[in-house]
């Protein structure tokens, strides 16, 4: 039982870290990209080729992981997905969703179609037991990692200079603009922060979520409920949201997995309905 | 304020009025261009006889496509789960003849049947909110029924799909055949029937309300459209369409793969009617040619990757922008550019419109 | 006899901001009653709040001494209630003659019909040709729309108005961005309205509005000002403050 609290809470951490960057896409420049799941996936072969071929420390390739994808974020930010922040919805949902198909296509002609398997450093490996529960210590790791990363990531946008010039352009554009803001520099780099943060998460997840080509398809959905189910106008929403389905994925797929994945498809649904902007988002003020 | 307007109308009526019916009657007017192409597809049934799967396969894409464009071309409502009425009109045109009747066309009726009552019972989550929310409302609806339709292994074959299909003669008639001649046969008149009803909904009032919603949702209500109802409509109709799409699809196979239901139909869809060109029903035709050929013939080439080209088409189709690619043959010299221009938008004599 | 649109106690917040304070108001049939403030007055709620395009906090519309509060915008026109808006709302890709059969088709009630086509509908292309004749649009009215000087935009926005016959008409800055040598058309048909459709006009323009209006009511902070005939409004001293003060 605590166990599988445990593991949910782990992966919802993950899903957090992962997710944010699409939370931060859509509600700073209102662009649904569905190529996030790609970003992560980028993470997750990176540490698999380095590790597996070149036997650099796991902890150094996290590292990596984080700033390769973020410069590659941030040139696909330059050179494409700026262009489409004003295009139609449909245009960007279209864009996004070649990309995913580039990306898996490329997948499996560099990797092959097969499962990557990483192997943790030792200290990671098995389990501890707190309060008399057997709990896995790469899921600590993940717990307190991430812990830390929101912690962080929540004083860098309330603290810093950074962090309230981005809010700024959050919550109205063209004021900002007016403030003398570089809303586009601030664009581009809260996209390669978000990209980035997706590479770490992928590169951490290979080893819970999986990895072969299909993750870029598979689990942007998972990314999508967390910034649809938590909303865009905070950090907090899209956290909250990412440890309930973390949760309560391990749990229906451990007690009911008949229709565990049906039931969070189904909340989504409903909390779209009922609560279009989210979950945890105050009502829109107009 | 009536009395006013009937004297206008009286004064001035017998001038206007017949330029206003012919420029009315010029919007659906049969054009050479759509003509042509029902020609040439009753056509190949007995020049490309060797053909007939793909040609079959292009049909059933491309009535797929006219239903997304119903909605996305018409009421402009994004969607990315609009393969649930696909693959619920699969699965219940095949376990209808699996089980009940194998006569096709009463399948297809189920099938619409089946398909529109879910159209209709879901279109009303997607009546509200932006065109996030219902991209997210429509990919979880057709997520969770195809968890559905995986989990109900008993009644749909889960994972390893629905076989064991006996597809009947049509109408007790015609027997389906090994070159799949019958199949095209079939689905093509099932397309061009309902490719013919569509333009009826489309050229009438109806339709024109649908693009004022898409056109400016804010005025339509302020002229009178209920946008609610019509959209509900629509939607309807639209699953009605795809759930056919999909019953002709298990009919000319003879089985239903839980693929029906995965995401990439959905996208695959959407993909082709873009390729073909959105809001004129017939993008989903051209887009569907275009697509399936695109397909094969990069599956020949690179028979695992193919999906990367067809990523590829797609953000290209995107960063030149869309309106630019019905506009290549703006790169032609000026006098065939007009001679084109005159040979597609003929219509019974009438001159054209720079449109599409 | 029953005022053609009445509110009463009409109450609209957002958030903690009162955009409409207890607006009674009261326009006769067939009045020319204009509707005036300094920007930020609160008009354009106002406006949105007898469309229904917003739904008041407290308080009631009533159209021909019918409560309306509760109806959506397209059943408030049906029953007579059509506005046009001070930055064009139209149907861009449209032709003029599409947009005005459409807004016939809606009338009629025949906008769900699904088999015959728009021509087919022949009474409907009758009045749509002769509502273009009279807005003077007939030469432009295979045109789109986007593409029309900004004027001629303008007396479509009226004509679509107009196309679903109503019984009060709210005009929203009418003449607003049209070039002066295209005023002139703009404002004769506004002065042409029939006399039995109610008007109400919204106006930065105060030549306009004294030589069109019989009544005035000024909006301050969302509250009613003042009320009365052109003559006594424009006298007092007041709404010559709050106004020219803004707005001169």
Same mark, same amino acid.
């Given at each position: 039982m605590l166990t599988i609290l445990f593991d949910g809470i782990a992966y919802g951490m993950l899903l957090f870290i992962i997710a944010v960057g699409l939370a931060i896409t859509l509600g700073l420049m209102n662009f649904i990209n569905l190529a996030h799941g790609a970003f992560a996936m980028v993470g997750g072969y990176i540490t698999v080729v380095l590790m597996n071929?070149?036997?650099?420390?796991f902890y150094w390739c996290l590292l990596i992981a984080f700033l390769a994808v973020g410069v590659i974020g941030a040139v696909l930010e330059r050179t494409l997905y700026r262009r489409l922040y004003s295009a139609p919805h449909l245009d960007q949902v279209l864009f996004s969703v070649g990309l995913v198909f580039m990306s898996i296509a490329a997948a499996h002609y560099f990797m092959g179609g097969q499962q990557q398997l990483i192997q943790l450093p030792p200290e990671l490996r098995g389990r501890i037991e707190i309060f008399g529960v057997g709990v896995g210590r790469y899921r600590i790791f993940i717990t307190v990692f991430c812990a830390v990363l929101v912690v962080a990531l929540q004083l860098a946008l309330t603290r810093t200079r950074f962090g309230s010039q981005l809010r700024a352009a959050v919550d109205d554009g063209r004021v900002a603009r007016g403030l003398g803001i570089n809303v586009s520099v601030v664009f581009a780099l809260t996209f390669a922060l978000g990209s980035g943060l997706a590479g770490l998460g992928g590169a951490m997840g290979a080893e819970v979520l999986g990895l072969d080509p299909n993750f870029a398809l598979k689990y942007i959905v998972y990314f999508l409920i967390v910034v649809t189910v938590g909303g865009t106008s905070s950090i907090t929403g899209p956290f909250l949201a990412a440890l309930l389905l973390g949760i309560a994925d391990v749990a229906g797929k451990y007690?009911?997995?008949?229709?565990g994945a049906f039931i969070i498809y189904g909340v989504m649904v409903l909390v779209l309905v009922f609560r279009p902007h989210g979950l945890f988002a105050r009502e829109a003020s107009r | 304020m009536s009395t006013m307007s009937e004297n206008a109308g009286k004064v001035s009526a017998p001038v206007t009025e017949s330029v206003a019916a012919t420029q009315l009657r010029r919007l659906s007017a049969w054009r050479a261009f759509e003509i042509v192409l029902w020609v040439a597809a009753f056509a190949a049934i007995f020049l490309l006889p060797s053909h007939m799967l793909v040609l079959t396969e292009i049909a059933i894409v491309a009535l797929f496509a006219i239903s997304l464009d119903l909605i996305?071309?018409?009421?402009?409502i994004v969607s990315l789960g609009h393969g649930a009425f696909f693959g619920l009109g699969a699965y219940a045109a095949g376990i209808f003849a699996k089980h009940i009747y194998a006569e096709p066309v009463t399948g297809l009726f189920v099938a619409a049947a089946a398909s529109g009552i879910f159209g209709f019972a879901t279109s009303f989550l997607v009546l509200r909110g932006s065109d996030l929310t219902r991209l997210m409302t429509t990919l979880g609806i057709a997520l969770m029924l195809a968890e559905v339709a995986n989990q109900m292994a008993w009644l749909t074959g889960g994972a390893d799909g629905l076989s064991g299909v006996m597809v009947g003669p049509i109408l007790g008639l015609f027997e389906f055949d090994l070159w799949g001649k019958t199949g095209y046969i079939y689905c093509l008149f099932v397309l061009f029937i309902l490719t013919c009803l569509a333009r009826r909904l489309v050229n009438a009032p109806f339709g024109l309300s649908l693009k004022a919603i898409k056109g400016n949702p804010v005025r339509a209500a302020m002229v009178g459209v209920p946008s609610r109802r019509r959209i509900v409509a629509i939607y309807t109709v639209a699953a009605v369409y795809a759930g056919i799409a999909g019953a002709l699809l298990t009919h000319t196979t003879s089985f239903v793969s839980i693929?029906?239901?995965?995401?990439h139909r959905s996208a695959d869809v959407l993909l082709v009617l873009v390729l073909g060109g959105v809001g004129y029903l017939y993008g989903g035709i051209i887009g569907a040619i275009v697509f399936t050929l695109l397909r094969d013939w990069l599956s020949v080439i690179t028979p695992q990757y193919w999906m990367f080209w067809i990523g590829l088409v797609l953000v290209i189709i995107v960063v030149v922008g869309r309106e630019n690619l019905g506009r290549w043959h703006t790169f032609l010299p000026n006098s065939l550019q007009e001679r084109l221009a005159r040979v597609v938008n003929w219509r019974l004599g009438m001159k054209l419109r720079g449109e599409q | 006899m029953t005022a053609a649109l009445e509110t009463r106690h009409l109450v609209k917040r957002f958030g903690g901001f009162l955009a409409a304070d207890d607006v009674s108001l009261s326009v006769e049939q067939g009045a020319r009653h204009a509707l005036i403030g300094p920007n930020g007055a609160g008009k354009t709620t106002l406006i949105n709040l007898f469309t229904g395009a917003l739904k008041p906090t407290s308080g009631s519309v009533l159209l021909d001494g019918e409560d309306i509060t509760g109806l959506p915008v397209e059943q408030r026109v049906k029953r007579g209630l059509a506005r046009t808006f001070q930055v064009n709302q139209l149907f861009r890709e449209f032709t003029p003659l599409e947009s005005v059969v459409l807004a016939v088709n809606e009338r009629k009630e025949l906008?769900?019909? !699904?088999?015959?086509?728009?021509? !087919?509908h022949g009474e409907a292309v009758d009045e749509a040709a002769a509502l273009l004749e009279r807005f003077k649009l007939s030469d432009v009215m295979d045109e789109r729309t986007s593409m029309l000087p900004y004027g001629r935009q303008r007396l479509l926005e009226i004509a679509l108005a107009f196309a679903s016959k109503p019984r009060v008409l709210l005009l929203d800055e009418p003449a607003a961005g049209v070039p002066e040598d295209e005023r002139h058309e703009v404002l004769n048909i506004v002065r042409d309205l029939p006399e039995d459709v109610t008007v109400i006009l919204i106006e930065h323009d105060m030549e306009l509005v004294f030589s069109f209006a019989d009544r005035i009511s000024v909006l301050v902070s969302g509250a009613l000002f003042t009320e009365g005939t052109v003559t006594k409004v424009s006298a007092d001293p007041r709404v010559k403050a709050i106004y020219l003060g803004e707005d001169a």
């Open positions: 071929r070149h036997g650099v420390s007690y009911v997995p008949e229709i | 996305l071309g018409y009421a402009g693929d029906v239901l995965a995401f | 906008g769900g019909s !699904a088999w015959r086509p728009l021509v !087919a």
